[in-house]
Each structure stands twice: as C-alpha cells, then as structure tokens.
T-cell receptor, first 113, second 114 residues
C-alpha cells in the first residue's frame, strides 16, 4: 500500500529536549515536505526537499532542521524545542513537478511544555 | 509569491442541503489550483484539481469547483451534502512555472448536521 508514515503520532516533551519526527514514503517520490498546521493558519511549509541531499527552507523554517540522506526518508529535527512549536505536523511527498497530488502522512501532534 | 484566502472558517449546513466553500487567491503568475480534504484525525487527501482546459472540475464523490480567472476564485460546491462530508477543506495554489511551492489557505470546517 502506498503510504507516508510518520512517527511518533503523539509526543509531549519539554522545552530544550531535542527530538526527531521521522517520515518515510514507499512511493519512490522525489519531492518531500514538512508542514505545520495551526488553527486558522492552514498548513505552512517548514522545509522541503526536491531529491536526495537537496533541501530548502519553506515559509517557517526557524527552529527546525531536516536531512535527506535517502530518497524514502525525510526526518524533521527540533534541536531545542520551544512552546511555540506546539503544533500538528504533516509530512508529504509527491513526484517531481507541481501538478501532481501530494500524499500526506497521518500527522504528528507535538506538545512542548 | 501567492496567497490563498478561504473566506469562511466554518460552514454549518443540514444534510442534503447544497453548500459552497469559497476560495480566492492572488498570484503574480498563472497557477494550478487544488482542493484537499482532511477527515478527523487524518492527513489531507486530494479532492480535485485544476491544471488547464475546462474550468469546471469534478471529484468522484460529487464535489465540483470552477476556476474563475477574472475573479481569481476557485469555489468548491456540492448540490447535496452527506454527514460523511463533515471535514476540513483546504484550497491550495501552485505557480505553473518550474517552482515547487504549494500555498494553502486557512481551511474551512464543513459541519453537516442531520
């Protein structure tokens, strides 16, 4: 089954404790992206990657890091989480080009105390 | 750069009534347009998209959207909604050049009541 898998789905952590949210896709997609969803703001792009070893900032990259060492994986790293990073995070992937469907993971709800 | 405005954050409607979810966009270049749907506790799924050709596009579950270039709108409609249509709906635009940016609106929560 074609899917995007994120882990963990739920996490409560404390300010400053480094964490990683993993994302893996099995569709051989070149393009992968991370979004955060906040009420009334829709989805805002954090980082995206057009292929292995190619990453770029989205609209709200501050406080986040990513890496793309393998085509299928695109982890999101919060080196020193803060309460304003409490949010619902989505990983998505698609084929190269901007006409195709984005496939989303089920989301990771992060709470930073 | 582009932006997307969804004019209604919530739309309550009774089952079997018609509904329209409004979406307006601004962009300095021509765009591709999308509607995504998010059911409770799930990720987003593509509902329909406009790339070119006929300005009226349809989904498999009865939704349709019409691209209106002069009004820079892409409103989503359904003539008769079901309880199962309760979800959040997101309009999104992407420039039709070589870029990869996809910009989402703030979302509209459709609440269908029995």
């Amino acid at each position: 089954e074609a899917q995007v898998t994120q882990n963990p789905r739920y996490l409560i952590t404390v300010t400053g404790k480094k964490l990683t949210v993993t994302c893996s896709q099995n569709m051989n997609h070149e393009y992968m992206s991370w979004y955060r969803q906040d009420p009334g703001l829709g989805l805002r792009q954090i980082y995206y990657s057009m292929n292995v070893e190619v990453t770029d900032k989205g609209d709200v990259p501050e406080g986040y890091k990513v890496s793309r060492k393998e085509k299928r994986n695109f982890p999101l790293i919060l080196e020193s989480p803060s309460p304003n990073q409490t949010s619902l995070y989505f990983c998505a992937s698609r084929r190269q080009g901007n006409t195709g469907e984005l496939f989303f993971g089920e989301g990771s709800r992060l709470t930073v105390l | 750069a582009q932006s997307v405005t969804q004019l209604d954050s919530q739309v309550p409607v009774f089952e079997e009534a018609p509904v329209e979810l409004r979406c307006n966009y601004s962009s300095s270049v021509s765009v591709y347009l999308f509607w995504y749907v998010q059911y409770p506790n799930q990720g987003l799924q593509l509902l329909l998209k406009y790339l070119s050709g006929s300005t009226l596009v349809e989904s498999i579950n009865g939704f349709e959207a019409e691209f209106n270039k002069s009004q820079t709108s892409f409103h989503l409609r359904k003539p008769s909604v079901h309880i199962s249509d309760t979800a959040e709906y997101f309009c999104a635009v992407s420039p039709n050049n070589a870029g990869n940016m996809l910009t989402f609106g703030g979302g509209t929560r459709l609440m269908v009541k029995p």
